[in-house]
């Protein structure tokens, strides 16, 4: 009962997946200098690593789903320390993703003499903004409307149309990430292509790997919503996986102004 | 955001002097809530308990999925109250040695902060503990406080 515990706050019982999500972490660190560096067993440690890092979180967060709607232990104050620190974690992203952007304007800002002095660099065949990145740029803004209306259902305890509006986000990203992996496989450029290059991979692949991250996040939501477990006063993990995918909406359009068309001009 | 914050400071505190036991929690400090998202998230709240309590509704009709402490605390708010409120938000008059600040524990001894007396008499918080058999009586304003074990 909550009068015996004599507080609201939720702590935790005793887990391992802290330890195996660390020790997934060190495998998945020291692999991938390996492999990097052509090391036999690199690439096997590394795929050791990260699959234990997956099943660290599926694990993880399958406790916490037990922990809020199958125990209840998320009272309002538990609920509110989630959003703020998940608000937190996306603050922490967008600082992540500045670092990548200062290096790109640093680079672009002030070209060097080994590039040619000019931007982009000699011989850089840059993609058209105006093709598959104009295209891109409007699908996943309409997914992110699509989560809003999602979460407009939720909130009005339509739950089928919860359903179809997230199957329609995630369909949308999914559009998203094959036009973006197609562009990927025929861009003239790759990683190792000068300073251009680098840059723009790191930025776009990053935020092609949190589309990625917040797809799932999005099914996941969409399969609990089926399930039932979302209601229209309690949906935190839902807020969370709709403020992440706004925040790599948003995220999307710095690199599509920034990179693709002033950097290509 | 701030308001929460706050609000969750002054639960710790044996606070209210002269200040009447009401569902919604006055505040000294008005808070600006802004066009936050929390401000939003709070007045949804807010509002959805004491529509709640107008009509008489049962947990099931709000959340029929609400379980454990959830559940529990949905109760609760359903009546009007607060969970745990009359151990963690006293109120009452202002302390004197013949009528002490009666602050509620489950241990004999609970850490105490006292604000002063109304508007004016408002001070910067002093924190004390507050052990059963001591009554303490506050260095600034000498409001009085006294601990009562609740199981």
């Known amino acids: ?265 | 955001m701030w308001r929460r914050l706050l609000t969750s400071q002054l639960k710790t505190l044996a606070t209210a002097p002269c200040r009447s036991a009401s569902k919604t929690v006055p505040l000294p400090f008005k808070s600006n809530v802004s066009s936050s998202p929390f401000s939003y998230l709070l007045t949804r709240h807010f509002s959805a308990s004491s529509a709640a309590s107008a009509v008489k509704k049962t947990v099931e009709d709000v959340m029929p999925i609400a379980t454990g402490h959830e559940r529990e605390e949905l109760e609760v708010e359903l009546q009007g109250k607060k969970i745990l409120e009359d151990v963690n938000n006293p109120v009452g008059p202002f302390g004197t040695k013949e009528a002490p600040a009666v602050v509620k524990s489950y241990y004999d001894k609970r850490i105490v902060g006292c604000p002063g007396g109304e508007g004016e008499d408002e001070h910067d918080i002093v924190w004390f503990w507050l052990e059963k058999g001591k009554p303490h009586e506050c260095s600034v304003c000498s409001q009085y406080f006294v601990v009562s074990r609740s199981i």
């Open chain 1, 1 to 265: 009962m909550i009068e015996s515990q004599r507080h609201s706050y939720h702590l935790v019982d005793p887990s391992p997946w802290p330890i195996s999500g660390s020790l997934g972490a060190l495998a998945t660190t020291v692999g991938g200098v390996m492999y990097m560096h052509s090391f036999q067993g690199g690439a096997r440690l590394l795929s050791l690593g990260l699959i234990f890092i997956l099943y660290t979180m599926f694990v993880w967060w399958r406790d916490v789903l037990r922990e809020s709607t199958l125990e209840g232990h998320h009272t309002k104050v538990v609920q509110l320390g989630l959003r703020y620190g998940f608000i937190l974690f996306i603050v922490s992203e967008v600082m992540f993703f500045f670092a990548f952007f200062w290096a790109s304007s640093h680079s672009s800002l002030a070209p060097t003499v080994e590039i040619g002095g000019i931007w982009p660099p000699k011989g850089i065949g840059v993609l058209d903004p105006w093709e598959i990145p104009f295209l891109n740029t409007p699908i996943l803004l309409s997914s992110g409307a699509a989560v809003t209306w999602a979460h407009h259902a939720i909130l009005a305890g339509k739950e089928k149309r919860a359903v179809y509006a997230l199957v329609a986000t995630v369909f949308l990203a999914l559009v998203f990430t094959g036009f973006q992996g197609m562009e990927y496989y025929q861009a003239p450029f790759t990683i190792s292509d000068s300073i251009y290059g680098s840059t723009f991979f790191l930025a776009t692949g990053f935020h092609g790997f949190h589309v990625i991250i917040g797809t799932l996040f999005l099914i996941i939501c969409g399969i609990r919503q089926y399930l039932g477990h979302l209601t229209k006063e309690h949906h935190v993990g839902f807020e969370a996986a709709a403020w992440y995918w706004h925040f790599v909406d948003v995220v999307r359009l710095f690199p599509f102004v920034s990179i693709y068309w002033w950097g290509g001009i």
